[in-house]
């Protein structure tokens, strides 16, 4: 079965970065694809940036291209999101998730992965 677990999260002040960590294991094919998503108090989950495996290819929520960078490490099977300029909205909890296998283009609407991880708080003051 597959396992995420996040890491990295903190409080930072706007401006600054942070760089989120997603340790995987289990994955019974080699075609998978990670996604991070978000969600803030009293708002629904949201995607933020997802990447498959296969072919590398990456995808962004719009509010935040040229912002955040979504990374594979095989060898550390690690999935990171380098996130940078970081603003009061970017605040939530940060989950990683996990399609195993990927049954077409990876999208971020939450209701196509399958397993999670518990969550990182992500605090950007002002």
């Known amino acids: 079965e597959v396992q995420l677990v996040e890491s990295g999260g903190g409080l930072v002040q706007t401006g600054r970065s942070l760089r989120l960590s997603c340790a995987h294991s289990g994955f019974a094919f080699d075609d998978w694809a990670i996604g991070w998503f978000r969600q803030a108090p009293g708002r629904e989950r949201e995607g933020v940036s997802c990447i498959r495996r296969r072919d590398g290819r990456s995808y962004y929520l719009d509010s935040v291209k040229g912002r955040f960078t979504i990374s594979v490490d095989n060898a550390k099977n690690t999935v990171y999101l380098q996130m940078n300029n970081l603003k009061a909205e970017d605040t939530a909890v940060y989950y990683c998730?996990?399609?195993?296998?990927?049954?077409?283009?990876?999208?971020?609407?939450?209701?196509?992965?399958?397993?999670w991880g518990q969550g990182t708080q992500v605090t950007v003051s002002s």
């Open positions: 998730a996990a399609e195993d296998p990927v049954p077409g283009v990876p999208t971020l609407s939450p209701d196509e992965y399958d397993y």
